[in-house]
């Protein structure tokens, strides 16, 4: 399947939101842990508006030939001493189960990277989905050319 890749606006927030939304089922169906609560309406609001201030930048997977979105990245900046400096972080990747064996989320991937390396970012950053669940996942991010770094993500609520 030809992919192209293609930069969202924020009139496809309710599209990126869908993929959003599609990944955290995955994750909570796969762990059986609720991780996650995310509503359409909601997301889809967060994300417009994280995409008009320019915090938020998002990519699509397009199938060329049914000129349909198959899957998403969304990216931020942030910076850090440990990283010397700037870098990118992949907040959010999904490609539909159908479209995963089609190399589009390693084209994908690879856009991302050249849009890093384009902004001068040193490195890219994500976290996976939970072990062992997801050990398909790590596999595919280190075959493109990421390593594991170790530690766990961890969070503390704030509001």
């Known amino acids: 399947m030809p992919v192209r890749i293609q930069q969202a606006s924020s ?10 939304i599609a990944l955290t089922d995955e994750i909570i169906e796969r762990t059986g842990a609720r991780h996650f609560n ?4 909601e ?5 417009r508006s994280l995409m008009e201030q320019g915090k938020y930048t998002v990519f ?13 990245a969304t990216l931020c900046e942030s910076h850090a001493l440990y990283a010397e400096g700037t870098f990118g972080i992949v907040q959010e990747f999904y490609i539909q189960p159908p479209y995963r064996s089609q190399k589009a989320g390693a ?4 856009h991302v990277r050249a849009y890093g390396r384009e902004r001068g970012w040193k490195r890219l950053e994500l976290c996976t989905p939970p072990l062992p669940e997801f050990e398909r996942t790590v596999r595919f991010y280190e075959e493109n050319g990421f390593e594991v770094t170790g ?3 961890m969070k503390s609520m704030l509001l």
Do not use: H, M, W, Y
């Open 60 to 72: 699509l997977a397009v199938n060329a030939e049914t000129q349909t979105a198959v899957g998403f």
């Open 38 to 41: 995310v509503n359409l309406d």
């Open 151 to 153: 530690g766990r993500k």
């Open 43 to 47: 997301t889809t609001a967060l994300c």
């Open 11 to 20: 009139a496809e927030a309710p599209l990126i939101a869908s993929f959003a």
């Open 107 to 110: 084209i994908l991937l690879e």
